[in-house]
């Protein structure tokens, strides 16, 4: 069975340094990451995904992730954050062959001026 | 395109009242999901639909119920309304439902029952 561990449910930076939001995935088949961003009254918009290409997955507004399958790891970063950055991020996994898309109880990244 | 819609946006009922969602995926999307959304609970999956036919359901009683029309368009129906049912729905939609789609979503409904 599929599950998503984001560790954190607040994480606060200062803007300029680096973020980083943690996820752990499990499942027993070659899995499909995506990292979410919800604005407040707004619905899930998509940063990234993975699906088994480059291990290094670049997405919109300058982040990152990398799948590391020895860690069962997919964590989100930023090199320099900004106010805007400020919203909730949901990781999420979901299975080849499979429909089913598990999300995780989403971290709530707070930017400090 | 444009992107998936979902009315109303905002919703009061009282306990015991039905209520009744809409969404409108993107177009050529065939696979609609719903989510409940709380502060409690987080992001909690309540069902998908396939080509007019529900695929998935998540764990929710059976006062939540949902169904699909042929342009892909989907409601979903909260029956006898609870306190606890208050919160912001979210429709998402994909082409063909597989795991590899990338889920879009609409701005949801937000749901406050009295």
């Known amino acids: 069975a599929q599950s998503v561990t984001q560790l954190g449910s607040h994480v606060s930076v200062s803007e300029g340094a680096l973020v980083l939001l943690r996820c752990n995935y499990s499942s027993s088949v070659p899995p499909y990451l995506f990292w979410y961003v919800q604005y407040p009254n707004q619905g899930l918009q998509l940063l990234l995904k993975y699906t088994s290409a480059a291990t290094l997955v670049k997405g919109i507004n300058g982040f990152e992730a990398e799948f590391k399958k020895s860690e069962t790891s997919f964590h989100l970063t930023k090199p320099s954050a900004h106010m805007s950055d400020a919203a909730e991020y949901f990781c999420a996994v979901s299975e080849a062959g499979g429909f089913k898309t598990i999300f995780g109880a989403g971290t709530r990244l707070f930017v400090k001026a | 395109k444009a992107g998936v819609t979902q009315t109303p946006r905002y919703l009061i009922k009282t306990r015991g009242q039905q209520v009744t969602l809409s969404c409108s995926p993107i177009?050529?999307?065939?696979?609609v999901s719903w989510y409940q959304q709380t502060p409690g609970q987080g992001l909690q999956f309540l069902f998908e639909?396939?080509?007019?036919?529900?695929?998935n359901k998540g764990n929710f009683p059976g006062r939540f119920s949902g169904r699909q029309f042929s342009n892909s368009r989907s409601e979903m129906n909260v029956s006898t309304l609870e306190l606890g049912d208050s919160a912001l729905y979210l429709c998402a939609s994909r082409t063909s439902g597989s795991g590899a789609d990338t889920q879009y979503f609409g701005p949801g409904t937000r749901l406050t029952v009295l």
């Open positions: 177009s050529g999307h065939r696979s």
């Open positions: 639909y396939f080509s007019e036919t529900q695929r």
